[in-house]
């Protein structure tokens, strides 16, 4: 009887070679990778020109090709906002609700595998690794709080680890598994080497903008100036893009900071309050919050006209459009850059 195994696969290189270790032990592996909204990859580097020379890849169905598995995306955008405002074990680095984040996906994983007859769960963990789900003393706790239990087997450090029932039961053999801990990467890279592989993403920063503390910021601010803990997926995406600057609590600039920002929040312009420029070329400006009254309409252009070519001129006509698509043309003086106070400016 073949057994089956699915690994979570991140688009990393550690979920990558813990597959390919499952694998070579004759285990039927398929993957699954589990949809956000927070994801770093196809995002940020598909619209900005500074990364236009990237390679443009979704990592984790590259690593599903490079293995030869199928690999199962699964949207979890709704069911995941729990995670990310109420996390029972807190946050780790800045947003990031590590623990809460690993538990959540290894039960989505536990339910997955009962409703679709796998025998067991794979992922990459390696103890003492940067995440704070990878501490020793967090891992019985993935397991146990996951409902996953001794299903879940670790294959890059396993031999550091109590024996799970696919090692118990010998679907697969403990003695090839490894023991790596630690933070070094080397005997990773070194395993990558013997199975061939020689592309692969870097661990540099992770693949969610949960830990990214610029990020995070503007998350925080969005709640505190909402006053209540809660997103919408447009929300999150828009947090990725643009400088934010909030002049008041009653609204806030998203302002493109090149091209292919301005393209990408062009998309969003039946949803927001926008400024554009006119007799210059500018940014595209979405005005997040209430509708701006005259006073406010007059600082917000001032500011958008900063971020355009005629910061210099004494005056440049910006175009205001409301939510309706109702417009009219305004004519400021843009600010100057020590006029934009710093307790504005998010990120």
Not at 195 to 211: K, S, V, W
Not at 246 to 266: Q, V, W
Request: proline content about 4%; hydrophobic content about 35%.
């Amino acid at each position: 009887m073949i057994r089956k195994a699915v690994a979570l696969i991140s688009g990393g290189l550690d979920s990558m070679l813990a597959a390919r270790l499952i694998q070579q032990q004759g285990i039927q592996v398929e993957g699954i990778n589990f949809f956000t909204g927070f994801c770093v990859e196809g995002h940020t580097h598909a619209i900005r020109n500074r990364d236009r020379g990237r390679v443009k890849r979704n990592n984790a169905l590259w690593v599903a090709e490079q293995l030869g598995i199928k690999l199962h995306i699964l949207d979890i955008v709704d069911e995941y906002k729990n995670v990310v405002i109420n996390p029972k074990h807190g946050y780790g680095a800045n947003l990031n609700p590590c623990l809460d984040c690993k538990i959540f996906m290894v039960h989505k994983a536990h339910q997955w595998i009962i409703e679709n007859g796998f025998d067991f769960i794979i992922t990459g963990e390696v103890i003492g690794q940067r995440p704070k789900s990878q501490r020793r003393r967090y891992m019985p706790v993935i397991s146990e709080e996951s409902g996953a239990d001794d299903l879940l087997l670790r294959p890059l450090c396993a031999r550091n680890l109590s024996e799970t029932l696919p090692e118990r039961e010998r679907w697969v053999e403990r003695e090839r598994l490894k023991d790596f801990h630690g933070r070094s990467r080397k005997p990773q890279i070194e395993l990558a080497r013997e199975f061939g592989f020689e592309d692969y993403a870097q661990p540099a920063g992770g693949c969610c903008f949960l830990t990214d503390q610029t990020y995070s910021v503007k998350l925080r601010d969005l709640w505190d100036n909402r006053g209540r803990r809660e997103y919408e997926l447009d929300d999150i995406m828009l947090l990725k893009v643009g400088r934010h600057i909030r002049p008041s609590r009653k609204y806030k600039l998203i302002i493109a900071r090149e091209e292919g920002e301005n393209h990408f929040l062009s998309g969003y312009r039946h949803q927001f309050q926008t400024i554009s420029t006119v007799s210059h070329p500018g940014p595209l400006a979405l005005v997040q919050g209430e509708s701006l009254d005259p006073a406010q309409l007059e600082l917000a252009c001032a500011i958008t006209a900063r971020f355009s070519k005629g910061r210099d001129a004494e005056s440049v006509e910006l175009r205001f459009s409301d939510r309706e698509q109702s417009s009219r043309c305004v004519r400021v003086k843009p600010l100057r850059a020590d006029q934009i106070s710093q307790d504005w400016v998010i990120a």
